[in-house]
């Protein structure tokens, strides 16, 4: 299988990444103008807080949650990020010496069995 552009899914060639850019930004113009004409000339707008009425909030508000995505994003990235080789390195245990060095006989562990009753 080649890895032509030419047989790339028609969103992911190259020469469509500008004719893609222009019509997102075309549709948000739209929207804008839309929201202008019909909720200055036709329907009043009724938000819970006053700034809710104002022509294009709800977009500005939406592009503004999502800068703050990708910042924070790029920020909890520093803190997860793993090496590039965290999965191919080999399994080493940890081997903890809980005796510090100590060689105990755990035999006086079992001499008071049934509620302390010693037996010989």
């Known amino acids: 299988m080649s890895h032509n552009d030419s047989d790339a899914w028609w969103i992911a060639r190259s020469e469509n ?14 929207l804008v103008a839309f929201d202008f004409i019909y909720h200055s000339f036709y329907h009043e707008k009724h938000g819970y807080f006053v ?5 294009a909030f709800h977009a500005a ?11 924070v994003g790029k920020e909890l990235r520093k803190v997860l ?11 080493v245990p ?7 060095g100590h060689d105990h ?3 006086h562990d079992h001499e008071h ?3 302390g009753v010693e037996h010989a």
Do not use: Q
């Open 81 to 91: 990020m793993r090496s590039e080789d965290y999965y191919d390195k080999p399994y």
């Open 94 to 100: 940890v081997v903890h010496d809980d005796h510090h």
């Open 61 to 71: 508000y939406g592009f503004g949650a999502f800068v703050f995505v990708v910042l």
């Open 17 to 30: 990444a500008n004719k893609i850019w222009y019509a997102l930004v075309l549709v948000c113009i739209g």
């Open 113 to 115: 069995s049934e509620g």
């Open 51 to 55: 700034f809710e009425t104002a022509v």
């Open 105 to 107: 006989d755990h035999d």
